[in-house]
């Protein structure tokens, strides 16, 4: 199976690179934002325990993150793989998902990271504002919070994937089709 985690800062291109990844590797997104608001919409048990984390604002504890995941896995009967997107954002997360991915055979093949310098990701979110109309990236003292979150609490999980060889970094600068080709042929390398 080709398990994919795709990391990289807030605009970065993770979206982007993940729809194209989906498509030419015929691969099941799995997005932990949006496995929580279909588990929170759908009030399934492990939405309304989430949900109650969130509406004392604490963070949604991992188990029960990975328990919506392996929900998610577990429902596809012949996937060709999974790309992973907004987790493990931890080494804690990351590590349940390894272990997880065992009980069913299966493991991370790559984690890709897009790199791409901090004033170009300011320059991508605020053009990104203004076609999406998302007010996160429309506000520099958001966008700066968002990086520096990122930067001290995420980044620290491509240690834990290349201790085990699985890190490759990817250029993120260039057009889309560039970086898409760079991601193709690490892929293919690997796989």
């Given at each position: 199976?080709?398990?994919?985690?795709?990391?990289?800062?807030?605009g970065?291109?993770?979206?982007?690179?993940?729809?194209?990844?989906?498509?030419?590797?015929?691969?099941?997104?799995?997005?932990?934002?949006?496995?929580?608001?279909?588990?929170i919409?759908?009030?399934?048990?492990?939405?309304?325990?989430?949900?109650?984390?969130?509406?004392?604002?604490?963070?949604?504890?991992?188990?029960?993150?990975?328990?919506?995941?392996?929900?998610?896995?577990l429902?596809?009967?012949?996937?060709?793989?999974?790309?992973?997107?907004?987790f493990?954002?931890?080494?804690?997360?990351?590590?349940a998902?390894?272990?997880?991915?065992?009980?069913?055979?299966?493991?991370?093949?790559?984690?890709?990271?897009?790199e791409?310098?901090?004033?170009?990701?300011?320059?991508?979110?605020?053009?990104?504002?203004?076609?999406s109309?998302?007010?996160?990236?429309?506000?520099?003292?958001?966008?700066?919070?968002?990086?520096?979150?990122y930067?001290?609490?995420?980044?620290?999980?491509?240690?834990?994937?290349?201790?085990?060889?699985?890190?490759?970094?990817?250029?993120?600068?260039?057009?889309?089709?560039?970086?898409?080709?760079?991601?193709?042929?690490?892929?293919?390398?690997?796989n």
């Open positions: 199976m080709l398990n994919i985690v795709l990391f990289g800062p807030p970065a291109g993770k979206g982007t690179q993940s729809e194209r990844l989906i498509e030419k590797y015929n691969l099941v997104h799995l997005s932990t934002g949006d496995i929580f608001r279909a588990n919409k759908g009030e399934t048990e492990l939405g309304k325990l989430a949900k109650s984390f969130m509406d004392q604002g604490k963070l949604v504890p991992d188990s029960v993150t990975i328990d919506m995941l392996r929900s998610e896995v429902k596809q009967s012949t996937p060709n793989g999974f790309i992973f997107d907004g493990p954002r931890t080494n804690a997360q990351a590590a998902l390894d272990e997880f991915l065992l009980t069913i055979d299966s493991s991370i093949l790559l984690m890709l990271a897009l791409v310098e901090e004033n170009e990701l300011k320059t991508r979110l605020l053009k990104r504002a203004g076609v109309g998302r007010a996160d990236d429309a506000d520099p003292v958001i966008i700066e919070n968002r990086i520096r979150v930067n001290n609490e995420t980044a620290p999980v491509k240690d834990y994937y290349k201790q085990q060889g699985k890190f490759v970094s990817i250029d993120g600068i260039g057009t889309i089709d560039d970086i898409t080709q760079r991601l193709f042929s690490v892929i293919d390398e690997k």
